[in-house]
């Protein structure tokens, strides 16, 4: 069976009945409306689509589709009507069915879009010091979790507002309140969280990709940027890091340029996306231009930053290049209120909270409002009068001076009903709309491992929250938000919770972050979900592409551990001039579960590794990894003794130090020879004492620091007996049945079944 490789959904790819309900017509080949991915998400030619997505989608692809170009300041559309509408069959609905759009003045809305430490959080930082003074001393401001400031990478989008006059006589064009509003999102750059990149995009009109110049795009780029073009969005373009020495030799030759025109071309951008502006620049500097030249002389310090090469060159461009929002204006006297919730919260005295784009009307103070169902059913009774309409100035939340927000703007608004869910539609009981506005899909997960709490020996002994309902409370409210997880019970075990999700790292944050609250929880190994192919009946799992950027001398490596027992085939390899190697597997997801990690060890961490979903295929067989490791166990409780380590440290890579606590079936460390069975030691022998007197003295006790690692890492190194043992102080690996002798009895069964 010859296996074809995925593209993303071309822009293109819009059917009769979107065209029609945008009041134009036009000959073209189109394919399944079923497959097409819109602006509010997917649905069939008989259904009602949101008209924003269109406006935007056609207006940038009109000379790829033979559509005569519109204006869009003023478009009369049915969006909202049902399939009888559009026939001209009478309707209940009322006259908020039908709309047009018009683009709000002074206002633009801008996603920033990169992949992980491509700078993209210091470039916010800039803009924002650029268009505000007040703001304090800035550094990586929208990276403020903890976890986020210690990994150095954007784990939940942001939005912070911005207020930037192009005229004001200063340099930097900060100028108070006043001027135009730039509501910039910094997004994730990792797959893992790739929902959030998938809210935020259908609050904005445009993206600013940034691009490492030296490293050209790379993953998950490539996914981000995909979505983008899908909902017709028009890209702005900035290579950064130009100062960097192999980045100015790569501008020189075009490497990077052409392979970005190779990226859009390869998602199906039109020619009105392949015709993007490109800047050039250094965020950590602080300057940036649209001139190469200029470029090259900042680069190689013949030339300094200047006012005219400052952040107003980015600021300028995005004025100039993302369009104004466009927004609902329907034929009422009182515009109805809409509002989409990307993110919902809860705040500890004005109750639950949501964030989003208002679509049409406008709301203040002491308004009442409602929820209609993201799923289409039944509004509820329950309504609720806000309290307050908040704006984000860097990561402050402030009250909106000027009291009313307008369709257009991103706001926070808090007092809102509390079953309010994301994707779920605000609006007003006095203004309301008929139908909630349909919100983006979700790629769907591809990896599920059960929670539960600690049953371990030293249960309770270092946690607060011990209990397993409060455990499964704290997943729940974990999905309330974050929307790529979802939650299910356990089929074997009434007191575990089921957790599904896009990868290894979305589930080892969700951990670290419990585990900080003051959980103690259990962990099961990882699981890669598959499903049946309705046509040929058979398992279909999940693939990924992976690249691989590594120093050549290390490439055969990287090469022979992910197409030997991970089932990885090697589809492209180029070697590049700075003695680099860019290696593009293609791979089942559970074949890459712990390669990042073990990676990194073999390569002495020269390894960067990334991947993104690609599609569902025939199950590629068992993969050989578990008989390859043979585990050193712990089978007395205590506390570990330097001579028994000393000891224990000959035969392998240990896990723990002395004066750690051990019980017996906890996974101590990892044995240096590959066999079929594991390890039982006592790490808690002391030497013996005696009245022995001897000339000899005792030899100094010497042994290499332990290997420790996080979460995640222990998610892809675990074995399908094990269990990760979550604390506050401490992250254990231990097998799932403490008694060796009943191991030892589960394992010969096995055996003789085989």
């Given at each position: 069976m010859q296996l074809l490789r995925r593209r993303p959904l071309a822009a293109s790819r819009i059917t009769d009945s979107w065209l029609a309900s945008a009041g134009t017509t036009a000959s073209y080949p189109v394919s399944s409306a079923n497959d097409f991915v819109g602006y509010q998400g997917i649905r069939s030619a008989q259904s009602a689509i949101s008209f924003q997505g269109i406006a935007a989608l056609v207006h940038s692809c009109s000379e790829q589709l033979n559509v005569g170009a519109r204006n869009f300041s003023s478009t009369s559309a049915s969006a909202d009507s049902d399939s009888e509408q559009e026939n001209g069959s009478s309707s209940s609905s009322s006259s908020s069915s039908t709309f047009t759009t018009v683009r709000r003045a002074g206002v633009r809305n801008v996603a920033i879009i990169a992949h992980v430490d491509h700078g993209k959080t210091t470039l916010v930082d800039k803009l924002l010091r650029a268009t505000s003074s007040d703001l304090g001393e800035l550094n990586r401001l929208m990276d403020s979790g903890e976890l986020e400031m210690e990994r150095g990478i954007t784990i939940t989008s942001k939005v912070t507002r911005m207020h930037y006059n192009p005229s004001a006589s200063n340099s930097n064009g900060s100028n108070g309140d006043a001027g135009i509003i730039i509501n910039a999102v910094d997004t994730p750059g990792h797959s893992d969280f790739a929902g959030e990149v998938d809210r935020i995009l259908s609050m904005v009109d445009g993206v600013c990709l940034l691009v490492d110049a030296a490293e050209g795009p790379m993953t998950q780029t490539k996914y981000v940027l995909s979505r983008s073009l899908a909902l017709g969005l028009r890209p702005l373009v900035v290579l950064n890091k130009v100062d960097r020495p192999n980045a100015v030799a790569k501008l020189e030759s075009g490497e990077t340029e052409s392979d970005l025109l190779d990226l859009f071309d390869a998602l199906g951008a039109c020619d009105d996306q392949m015709d993007y502006p490109t800047l050039y620049g250094s965020a950590r500097d602080g300057w940036m231009t649209d001139n190469?030249?200029?470029?090259?002389?900042?680069?190689?310090?013949?030339?300094?930053?200047?006012?005219?090469?400052?952040?107003?060159?980015?600021?300028n461009a995005i004025l100039n290049h993302v369009p104004e929002p466009a927004i609902r204006q329907y034929p009422t006297d009182e515009q109805p209120f809409a509002l989409a919730a990307v993110t919902v919260g809860r705040d500890t005295y004005?109750?639950?909270?949501?964030?989003?784009?208002?679509?049409?009307?406008?709301i203040g103070l002491n308004d009442k409002v409602k929820v209609l169902p993201r799923d289409g059913g039944e509004a509820r009774a329950e309504e609720t009068t806000l309290g307050g309409i908040f704006v984000n100035r860097g990561i402050s939340r402030t009250p909106l001076e000027e009291g009313r927000a307008?369709?257009?703007?991103?706001?926070?608004?808090?007092g809102v009903p509390d079953h309010m869910a994301v994707g779920d539609t605000l609006t007003t009981v006095d203004a309301p709309i008929d139908e909630a506005i349909l919100t983006p899909p979700l790629a769907p997960p591809t990896l599920s491992m059960e929670f539960g709490a600690n049953t371990g020996p030293l249960s309770?002994?270092?946690g607060t929250i011990v209990t397993s309902s409060k455990v499964r409370e704290r997943?729940?409210?974990?999905?309330?938000?974050?929307?790529?997880?979802?939650t299910e019970l356990s089929d074997t075990d009434s007191e575990k919770t089921v957790v599904l999700a896009r990868g290894e790292l979305q589930l080892g944050i969700l951990a670290e972050?419990?585990?900080?609250?003051?959980?103690?929880?259990?962990?099961?190994?990882?699981?890669?979900?598959?499903?049946?192919c309705p046509v040929t009946n058979k398992k279909l799992e999940p693939f990924e592409e992976v690249i691989v950027d590594v120093d050549s001398d290390y490439s055969g490596t990287v090469v022979s551990s992910l197409t030997g027992n991970r089932k990885g085939i090697l589809m492209e390899m180029t070697e590049n001039s700075d003695g680099k190697t860019r290696l593009l597997f293609e791979a089942p997801s559970r074949g890459l579960l712990g390669f990042s990690s073990e990676i990194a060890s073999a390569t002495k961490g020269t390894a960067v590794v990334n991947h993104c979903f690609l599609e569902d295929r025939p199950y590629a067989g068992p993969l050989g990894l578990d008989s390859a490791r043979s585990k050193i166990v712990s089978s007395a409780q205590g506390k570990a003794t330097t001579f028994a380590l000393a000891n224990l440290a000959q035969r392998g890579t240990l896990f723990i130090e002395p004066g750690e606590s051990v019980y017996p079936g906890m996974v101590i460390?990892?044995?240096?020879?590959?066999?079929?069975?594991?390890?039982?030691?006592?790490?808690?022998?002391?030497?013996?004492?005696?009245?022995?007197?001897?000339?000899?003295?005792?030899e100094k006790l010497t042994m290499p620091p332990p290997k420790r690692m996080n979460v995640e890492e222990l998610i892809g190194y675990m074995a399908q007996d094990e269990i990760i043992e979550v604390t506050p102080l401490s992250v254990r690996l231990r097998k799932a049945e403490l008694d060796p002798k009943v191991r030892a009895r589960t394992k010969k069964g096995k055996k003789e079944k085989i």
């Open positions: 190469l030249e200029t470029a090259y002389k900042i680069a190689n310090g013949k030339m300094e930053p200047n006012d005219e090469t400052g952040m107003q060159v980015l600021l004005m109750g639950r909270t949501c964030t989003g784009r208002i679509v049409s009307g406008s307008f369709a257009g703007d991103i706001v926070t608004i808090v309770g002994t270092e997943l729940y409210q974990e999905t309330d938000n974050n929307v790529t997880l979802s972050q419990m585990r900080r609250e003051g959980f103690e929880l259990m962990i099961s190994p990882p699981r890669i979900l598959t499903k049946m460390g990892e044995s240096a020879k590959s066999r079929d069975v594991d390890m039982d030691v006592n790490p808690t022998k002391a030497k013996e004492l005696s009245n022995m007197r001897t000339q000899a003295k005792d």
